[in-house]
């Protein structure tokens, strides 16, 4: 029945990012990292995907994005914040149009810190994903359960 | 002859799960072309039943409803051909169920959905003369329309059909590239990790709506190859080897090559339809 | 007997009350029930006669013909007044050397006068239910229709009563074309038919209308004339009159008919609005709504393409049976791929309907049995579908105020039933398991069974492709509902418009549906009266066809399951909120609507482009036909 933990298809957003830990996710797709081994596919398509990456913090005129974003993902969903920046703002923190991590606007379930952050640590972030995933279908089929009878 | 019931229940049971192994394997042969591991071959049933597990959500209701009269035509379309049925019958059962893909896509009017609709209706017009002609080459050939007299022409002697049309042959394993979405002629929509205009004519359909366009998608696929192995009926073996080196190439392409524009497309299709049309179906009259 | 004379005489005598009536509800109600007695007429008609396979019925000509004489040169004075009032010279000239001829030839038959001037075959009788039928429903549209144009257009002159005289006259004309076995009987009704038409185009007078008339009238003169040069060339050949008849002229067989064949052939041409004449059409679409309907669907252009089938048996396998196949095979294909650059219903379907005529020429050129079928189909297919579109567009642009097909996006939930009708409507003119599918589909199996018939193969392949866009995206646009629909505007449309639409939606159904039976009953027996072989599509694709069809019309019982409280989210539009009616936050704060439009294509389907190519090939089919017959080398 787990089927979702086989495959994860991914939406890469970018909020204030100094693109560093972008490139990481790229490499995540990469010959040498290969995600798709876990069925991980990086759509584009909110609308698709199980997984939400955020890199950088949010600001004021990408909050409504994020938001949005995330509204348009179909449950059961996770979001995963790559990057320090992402997780709490980074060396941004407190800047004059920086909001904050990413938890100041929709609920995160993995944090994965580091500047720029390893695509081996992207891919331990997203395994961990896989598990509150699982538990989020399971919640969620429960609930369509009891709501069929 | 098997008895055309037979062909039509085996078609509707097993051609997921052919089209399925086929899309893993198309996907480790993928990976390993870019120096990659890959998913599992089992990996596009995983995908589609996840999607199954997934909230239905939709933009609007009568979405689902397209979708599904899209699954069902296009199951409708291969159990047809697999029955041994007439194959402009087959054709145009299979533009129905096209039809009705690009009117979900229309419905959920997002912009992305909307060019992604436009983009496959002209990519059914790019291939529509293709198809048409090939069937025609096949009635001069073998004097009948059906599949199982065209299958039964070939086995009985009448020699393999594509020594009488090959350049038809050729411009069907052309238009195969549009038909299985694959680069350069992606343009409605793509596979995979391949992104442009988001998801084209997929854009809004999300969880179950999806799973039943991949379902389809699925079944397409196994007609399409069928439609191929038509071609070498008369030797059934050489068929299935002849189908998996075609589909091979279409990997090979797909890897190959960046996505072309539709006018591109649009011209080159027609293109190869009517040279290989003219001198084909020429010479079959003239010899 | 007496009800083929009532067929004829009764719409004309009905028209004449119209005349005079005032323009109220009575009138309407009149028309109303006048249409309704045309149409249990002709379904009696039909049920009377269509065992009975080819009758002929004998009246005397003589004081027929004088009169029928009489009001020739009656209305070529009248036309010649208006011709010379607005110095129209070219159609004052064409009315002179057209009237002059046929009057001229009459006196040239010196044989002693036949008796077998009317008939009914089952040919005839298709054509005389889809005059009766599609005809009068549209005259009970037009009631409400009309109401309504002049409560919106308030500058045109209220002439209904004169319209509606004209929509009769029109009908009985119809009639005489199709049951007229003397030629010069069909002839006069054919120039009713003209002259009719002219008058409704130009209804609304003004400067384009009075232009648009005049073409119409003026292309159609010269296809008449063709006529006129088959009347001198039967008189040099046999004075005695014997081949003036329609039956006996087919009956003659190539070696004598070939000449006729084509000449009337070329009046046909012009009046199916094949290219190069398929201009005349396309200004038609000036006039009111119901008028393209009738134009379009039942009658006129159905008159040219009825002769041109008539004379199908004579051009099979010929040469000139060929090049006519051109000429509607390039008309197909071109005025369907014009049809995608355009955005206007109306124009739309005006090529829509060149093209589809252009099928039938192609299928009538070539010629033989099963070609005939699928021509017989078309005509009957295309002219309940049609009729339907239009007068769905017509109701609709009262509604929303527009005939732009981009206006049209969600209509479906402002309009639905109107949009459901249309829908059945264009589904009918090109998707399996419906009507006009299955002649395609058995025209290409004939086209493949003649020596040139890849010709004909290649061009509707390609044709029906480009169909299939232009269809699809218009059927697309009606169901691109917002997330949050707009209101229903439905309860507008008037009781007489919705009669009319649902009678020909429920004719659209029942005919695909039934269309074996119709085969059977009546086109079969045709072909085998004249071919010696009937034609069918095989039993067991009917079957599929029909099974198909049937899985078309459950498969919306889905929509009970899907519609069960769904979970709604907007759109997807780059990650900005969406408003559920079309806008998203845009840039700077603003807020902007989704504008969705469809591609049209004009470099490649331009109307000038395609248009020009069609009218030089086309014209050069044409005048091939001419060397070919004039040179001798008759194949």
């Known amino acids: 029945m787990a089927n979702i933990t086989k495959s994860p298809w991914i939406i890469h957003y970018d909020g204030s990012s100094c693109n560093g830990c972008d490139i990481e996710v790229l490499a995540c797709l990469t010959p040498l990292y290969d995600i798709e081994r876990f069925g991980i596919i990086n759509t584009g398509n909110p609308k698709h995907a199980d997984i939400f990456l955020i890199t950088g913090g949010i600001n004021y005129q990408n909050v409504d994005i994020v938001k949005n974003t995330y509204e348009q993902m179909v449950d059961p969903k996770v979001v995963v914040a790559v990057g320090i920046c992402a997780t709490s703002g980074g060396v941004f923190r407190e800047c004059y149009n920086i909001m904050g991590g990413v938890n100041e606007v929709i609920p995160v379930d993995v944090y994965v810190p580091g500047c720029a952050v390893r695509p081996e640590a992207i891919i331990d972030g997203v395994v961990q994903a896989l598990g509150i995933l699982e538990e989020k279908r399971a919640q969620l089929e429960k609930e369509q359960g009891g709501a069929k009878k | 002859m098997i008895n055309p019931f037979i062909g039509a229940i085996l078609f509707v049971i097993l051609a997921p799960l052919l089209g399925g192994l086929v899309a893993g394997i198309d996907r480790k042969v993928t990976a390993h072309m870019q120096g990659r591991v890959g998913p599992p071959v089992l990996q596009p049933f995983y995908d589609i039943l996840k999607l199954f597990e997934k909230e239905s959500v939709v933009v609007r209701p009568e979405i689902n409803f397209y979708i599904f009269c899209y699954l069902v035509f296009l199951v409708i379309t291969g159990a047809i051909f697999y029955a041994g049925e007439d194959i402009l019958l087959v054709i145009f059962a299979l533009t129905l169920a096209h039809v009705f893909l690009v009117i979900a896509a229309f419905a959920s009017s997002s912009p992305y959905a909307h060019v992604g609709a436009e983009r496959e209706l002209l990519m059914m017009m790019a291939v529509e003369p293709m198809l048409i002609l090939a069937a025609a080459g096949m009635y001069m050939t073998t004097g009948s329309f059906f599949v199982s007299d065209i299958i039964d022409h070939q086995s009985m002697g009448g020699g393999l059909l594509v020594l009488s049309i090959p350049l038809l042959f050729i411009g069907i394993v052309y238009i195969l590239t549009i038909k299985l979405r694959k680069s350069p002629f992606d343009i409605s929509t793509s596979h995979h990790a391949h992104q442009e205009l988001v998801k084209g004519l997929t854009t809004e359909f999300a969880g179950p709506t999806l799973g039943m366009y991949e379902i389809a998608h699925l079944y397409e696929t196994v007609f399409l190859l069928g439609f191929v192995w038509l071609f070498f009926a008369g030797a059934p073996l050489l068929g299935i080897v002849v189908v998996a080196v075609v589909y091979f190439l279409e990997i090979l392409i797909d890897n190959t090559n960046t996505r072309a524009k539709w006018q591109f497309a649009l011209r080159s299709a027609w293109l190869v339809a009517l040279v290989t049309g003219i001198i084909n179906l020429g010479a079959l009259v003239v010899l | 007997m007496e009800l083929l004379l009532f067929l004829i005489l009764f719409p004309a005598l009905m028209g004449f009350v119209f005349l005079v009536f005032p323009n109220n509800k009575a009138r309407d109600v009149m028309v109303a029930l006048a249409a309704l007695v045309i149409i249990a007429a002709t379904v009696i008609f039909f049920l009377q006669n269509y065992g009975a396979g080819t009758v002929i019925y004998e009246i005397e000509p003589g004081a027929v013909s004088t009169a029928m004489m009489a009001i020739e040169v009656v209305l070529a004075l009248g036309v010649l007044y208006l011709a010379a009032k607005y110095r129209q010279w070219i159609v004052g000239a064409l009315v002179v050397v057209g009237t002059g001829v046929a009057l001229y030839a009459e006196t040239l038959f010196t044989g002693p006068e036949h008796l077998n001037n009317l008939f009914v075959d089952e040919f005839t009788l298709i054509m005389a239910m889809i005059i009766g039928v599609i005809g009068s429903l549209i005259c009970i549209f037009a009631t409400?229709?009309?109401?309504?144009?002049?409560?919106?257009?308030?500058?045109?002159?209220?002439?209904?009563?004169?319209?509606?005289?004209?929509?009769?006259?029109?009908?009985?004309?119809?009639?005489?074309?199709?049951?007229?076995?003397?030629?010069?009987?069909?002839?006069?009704?054919?120039?009713?038919?003209?002259?009719?038409?002219?008058?409704?185009?130009?209804?609304?007078?003004?400067?384009?209308?009075?232009?648009?008339?005049?073409?119409?009238?003026?292309?159609?003169?010269?296809?008449?004339?063709?006529?006129?040069?088959?009347?001198?060339?039967?008189?040099?050949?046999?004075?005695?009159?014997?081949?003036?008849?329609?039956?006996?002229?087919?009956?003659?067989?190539?070696?004598?008919?070939?000449?006729?064949?084509?000449?009337?052939?070329?009046?046909?041409?012009?009046?199916?609005?094949?290219?190069?004449?398929?201009?005349?059409?396309?200004?038609?679409?000036?006039?009111?709504?119901?008028?393209?309907?009738?134009?379009?669907?039942?009658?006129?252009?159905?008159?040219?393409?009825?002769?041109?089938?008539?004379?199908?048996?004579?051009?099979?396998?010929?040469?000139?049976?060929?090049?006519?196949?051109?000429?509607?095979?390039?008309?197909?294909?071109?005025?369907?791929?014009?049809?995608?650059?355009?955005?206007?219903?109306?124009?739309?379907?005006?090529?829509?309907?060149?093209?589809?005529?252009?099928?039938?020429?192609?299928?009538?050129?070539?010629?033989?049995?099963?070609?005939?079928?699928?021509?017989?189909?078309?005509?009957?297919?295309?002219?309940?579908?049609?009729?339907?579109?239009?007068?769905?567009?017509?109701?609709?642009?009262?509604?929303?105020?527009?005939?732009?097909?981009?206006?049209?996006?969600?209509?479906?939930?402002?309009l639905p039933k109107v949009t459901i009708m249309m829908i059945i409507g264009i589904a009918g003119m090109f998707l399996a398991p419906f009507g006009m599918l299955i002649s395609k589909w058995a025209a290409l199996r004939a086209f493949l069974d003649t020596p040139y018939g890849i010709v004909a193969v290649i061009l509707i392949a390609f044709g029906s492709a480009v169909t299939l866009f232009f269809w699809t995206k218009w059927m697309g646009k009606l169901l691109q509902v917002a997330w949050k629909p707009e209101p229903k505007r439905e309860g507008e449309v008037s009781a007489a418009e919705l009669y009319s639409l649902t009678t020909l939606s429920a004719g659209v159904i029942a005919i695909c549906l039934g269309f074996p039976l119709l085969s059977s009953i009546v086109v079969e027996p045709f072909l085998e009266g004249i071919y010696g072989i009937g034609a069918s599509l095989g039993d067991q694709n009917i079957a599929i066809m029909l099974m198909m069809m049937v899985v078309v019309f459950i498969l919306p019982l889905s929509l009970i399951f899907f519609r069960r409280n769904p979970k709604m989210i907007p759109h997807y539009v780059g990650g900005r909120t969406e408003t559920g009616d079309m806008h998203f936050a845009g840039s700077m704060g603003m807020q902007r609507k989704v504008l969705l439009s469809n591609y049209y294509f004009e470099g490649i389907f331009g109307e000038a482009k395609l248009g020009k190519a069609g009218n030089i090939l086309c014209t050069l089919f044409i005048v091939a036909i001419g060397i070919v017959l004039a040179t001798g080398v008759i194949a």
């Not at chain 3, 076995?181 to 400067?207: K, P, Q, R, V």
């Not at chain 3, 292309?219 to 009347?231: D, M, S, V, W, Y």
């Not at chain 3, 119901?290 to 040219?304: D, F, I, Q, R």
């Open chain 3, 144 to 414: 409400g229709y009309m109401r309504d144009y002049h409560g919106h257009h308030k500058e045109i002159a209220d002439k209904r009563k004169g319209f509606f005289f004209l929509l009769f006259v029109f009908l009985s004309a119809m009639f005489g074309v199709v049951f007229s076995n003397n030629m010069f009987w069909l002839f006069f009704f054919w120039e009713i038919t003209t002259l009719c038409s002219f008058l409704l185009i130009g209804y609304a007078w003004d400067e384009e209308a009075q232009k648009n008339a005049f073409w119409a009238l003026l292309l159609n003169l010269l296809g008449g004339l063709g006529f006129g040069a088959t009347f001198l060339y039967l008189a040099f050949i046999d004075p005695s009159g014997d081949l003036v008849m329609l039956d006996s002229l087919i009956a003659a067989g190539p070696a004598i008919a070939m000449i006729p064949a084509a000449l009337i052939g070329f009046a046909g041409l012009a009046k199916a609005a094949q290219m190069p004449f398929s201009s005349w059409l396309l200004g038609a679409m000036i006039a009111p709504t119901p008028v393209s309907a009738l134009l379009h669907s039942s009658t006129m252009v159905k008159a040219g393409v009825y002769v041109i089938v008539r004379f199908a048996p004579i051009y099979d396998a010929s040469f000139v049976g060929f090049l006519i196949a051109l000429v509607g095979g390039f008309t197909f294909l071109l005025a369907s791929g014009i049809a995608i650059s355009q955005s206007n219903a109306k124009r739309v379907l005006a090529w829509s309907t060149i093209a589809n005529l252009g099928l039938i020429v192609t299928c009538a050129g070539i010629g033989n049995a099963a070609a005939v079928w699928a021509a017989i189909l078309l005509i009957v297919f295309h002219a309940i579908a049609k009729s339907l579109l239009f007068l769905c567009t017509g109701t609709v642009e009262h509604r929303i105020g527009s005939r732009d097909i981009e206006d049209m996006g969600g209509l479906i939930s402002i």
